[in-house]
């Protein structure tokens, strides 16, 4: 069965400090999609980031950067030089394969609350 | 280009009513989902939509239905409220093929006293 885990449910940091986020996932397929999506106190979610599971290159965008180890099942997303605007609820998501594209079932995790104080 | 859309934005709700709530998009995809979350429980999706015509169940579809007349609208409908229904809701589409990230809509939240 398809599973995500986020084992943090909250984290503080002070501005500037660098934060990893963990997600951990289980799935029988061996073709999948992973995604982390921002959910700030506004309430509305904001995707961040899509990953293959054929493609295990990490990715850097700005102060962020995701790290993803087939070998371990994790996706961990980590934020360089935290700041207050990065407050928000963070949440890791699983979609399987189907005809070889993605099937429309995201499963989320149950999330992680990260506040950045100033 | 206003992307995904969903009203109401908030709304209460007696026990046994029931009500529409209503999601429109305009960006053309195929797929359009209905989520609900849940504190502590992240989202969970309630029904999905491959197209026109075509639904079908997700993870917690008891008490929702939904149907899909046209590619742009797909409201969910709940029968008679229940308060264990009260959450935010949220609308999502994307398209069939690559790339497979959804985009959410605002979100609508449910009371039901």
């Known amino acids: 069965a398809q599973k995500v885990t986020q084992a943090q449910t909250e984290i503080s940091v002070v501005e500037k400090e660098d934060v990893t986020l963990d997600c951990v996932y289980e799935t029988r397929d061996t073709t999948y999609y992973l995604f982390w999506y921002k959910q700030p106190p506004s309430g509305e979610l904001v995707f961040l980031i899509r990953?293959?599971?054929?493609?295990?290159q990490n990715e850097i965008s700005g102060r962020y950067s995701w790290n993803f180890q087939k070998s371990t099942s994790s996706f961990n997303f980590t934020i360089t030089a935290s700041q207050v605007v990065d407050s928000a609820v963070y949440f890791c998501a699983l979609s399987e394969a189907n005809y070889g594209g993605a099937t429309n079932k995201l499963i989320f995790g149950t999330g992680t609350l990260l506040a950045v104080q100033p | 280009n206003a992307g995904v859309t969903q009203t109401p934005k908030f709304q209460v709700l007696k026990t046994g009513q029931s009500m529409t709530l209503q999601c429109a998009q305009d960006m053309n995809h195929e797929y359009m989902s209905w989520y609900r979350q849940d504190p502590g429980m992240g989202l969970r999706l309630i029904h999905y939509s491959v197209g026109a015509g075509i639904t079908d169940q997700g993870e917690v579809p008891n008490g929702y239905n939904v149907s899909r007349s046209t590619t742009e609208d797909f409201p969910l409908r709940l029968l008679s409220a229940a308060p264990s229904q009260t959450s935010v809701y949220f609308c999502a589409t994307r398209l069939r093929d690559s790339p497979y990230e959804q985009y959410f809509g605002p979100g609508t939240r449910l009371t039901v006293t």
């Open positions: 990953r293959n599971s054929f493609d295990e």
